[in-house]
Nanobody, 123 residues
Framework: QVHLVESGGGLVQAGGSLRLSCVAS????????MGWFRQAPGKAREVVAA????????YYADSVKGRFTISRDNAKKSVYLQMNNLKPEDTAIYYC????????????????WGQGTQVTVSS
């Protein structure tokens, strides 16, 4: 069983930056792929970024490529999402996810979620 706690959301102006953090309570964290999803009002949850258990492989949605960076610290059982040049369309609740299969995260079919953290970008 995976327990995930996100933090770091907030209100920021367009063009600004935020760094989201997620701490996982799980055995063998270093064997899990990790990822970030988001859900905007009235829209389906979508994958934003994913990182393999080694950290060597990453995935980004086209809408965030070049602006967001996912990273992980296995010693701290944590995954991060650095978000730069934020846009109003990035406004959403951001969720952390973990899965043994990295491909499951990329496919958007993972089932372990945190409670989410709200990111609001004003224009």
């Amino acid at each position: 069983q995976v327990h995930l706690v996100e933090s770091g959301g907030g209100l920021v102006q367009a063009g600004g930056s935020l760094r989201l953090s997620c701490v996982a309570s799980v055995r063998a964290f270093s064997t899990y792929g990790m990822g970030w999803f988001r859900q905007a009002p009235g829209k389906a949850r979508e994958v934003v970024a994913a990182i393999s258990w080694t950290g060597e492989t990453t995935y980004y949605a086209d809408s965030v490529k070049g602006r967001f960076t996912i990273s992980r610290d296995n010693a701290k059982k944590s995954v991060y999402l650095q978000m730069n040049n934020l846009k109003p369309e990035d406004t959403a609740i951001y969720y952390c996810t973990a899965d043994i299969q990295y491909s499951t995260i990329v496919a958007g079919t993972t089932g372990s979620w945190g409670q989410g953290t709200q990111v609001t970008v004003s224009s």
